[in-house]
């Protein structure tokens, strides 16, 4: 089992050190995890303000404390990865930008419309403000472009926007999850199954079934992430999540190294 989504202190809203999350993970049985810490806004020329990634300077400590770690053998191996935000069309620069750095992955992840944080728990009350086919609109809009942008292995929580529960009649989501799961098949992207939704008020993995099952029938490659933000969340819920893969007609995961993927069979 592999968990490719996991959190540190450094970004500011997140506890425990690498350390910490690779005991965890040895004790749950984990065979891998990739370290995807929120690559620095600033870098990106976004200064939001509430600090919800780590300093630029902290970014080249991070990528050594997490390459020194995966050269020390021990019972779990890991990668390093990146959670980056899209930033609409600048798909190109941050494709230029990553390559320059070694690591094993990058998930990219919409976490603004605008400049509304949406997936943060202090600025929910937005949600009541605005009509919900435009938020899911905007919303997917974005993680379109993101798919197309070129720069990411991963879309990361690919349907977070249903976090706090203001959710669209199945129906009206339909468009939404065949567009998606068509335009990942194209564009050869990675669905993330990502369990962290179990825990938000919405009460679903990102993303739910129809969508996962529209992703597996399209052929979509998929990588299975917890989203820890704290060394006990490590690996959270993987039993269900791979029964809803197998469910869902998935027969593998994947994994990366040095922005290659690398299938496995799926565990169980
Ligand atoms: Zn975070
Ligand atoms: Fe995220
Ligand atoms: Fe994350
Ligand atoms: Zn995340």
Same mark, same amino acid.
């Given at each position: ?57 902290? &970014? ?17 191996? +890991? ?5 980056? $935000? ?8 941050? $494709? ?7 690591? $094993?992955?990058? +998930? ?7 400049? &509304? ?12 403000? #605005? ?12 993680? &379109? ?96 999540? +791979? ?14 190294? #040095?922005? #290659? #993927? ?7």
């Amino acid at each position: 089992m592999v968990d490719c989504h996991l959190h540190t202190a450094r970004c500011g809203h997140a506890s425990g050190t690498p350390e910490e999350y690779l005991q965890a993970a040895a004790a749950r049985g984990l065979q891998e995890v990739g370290f995807a810490d929120h690559f620095p806004l600033k870098l990106l020329g976004y200064s939001p303000r509430k600090k919800v990634s780590m300093e630029p300077e902290e &970014w080249p400590e991070y990528m050594a404390q997490v390459r020194d770690l995966a050269a020390a053998a021990g019972p779990v191996a +890991i990668k390093l990865g990146a959670e980056v $935000d899209y930033l609409p069309g600048r798909g190109t620069f941050l $494709d230029k930008l990553l390559r320059s750095y070694p690591l $094993d992955f990058v +998930i990219g992840s919409v976490h603004y419309i605008g400049e &509304w944080d949406f997936s943060h728990p202090a600025q929910v009350k937005e949600y009541g403000k #605005r009509d919900l086919v435009a938020i899911y609109d905007a919303y997917f809009k974005l993680i &379109w472009e993101a798919c197309a942008g070129g720069f990411c292995d991963i879309i990361g929580h690919v349907d977070v926007i249903k976090k706090f529960g203001y959710r669209l009649p199945d129906k009206e989501m339909e468009p939404y999850w065949r567009r998606t799961a068509a335009l990942l098949a194209e564009t050869g992207v990675c669905l993330e199954l990502n369990t962290a939704g179990l825990d938000a008020p919405v009460r679903e993995c990102y993303p739910g079934e129809r969508l996962l099952e529209l992703c597996a029938a399209a052929g979509v490659p998929v990588t299975l992430g917890s989203d820890a933000h704290a060394p006990d969340q490590v690996g959270r819920y993987f039993p269900e999540a +791979i029964l809803s893969l197998r469910r869902a007609g998935f027969r593998e995961l994947n994994c990366f190294t #040095r922005r #290659r #993927r690398i299938p496995v069979p799926l565990p169980g």
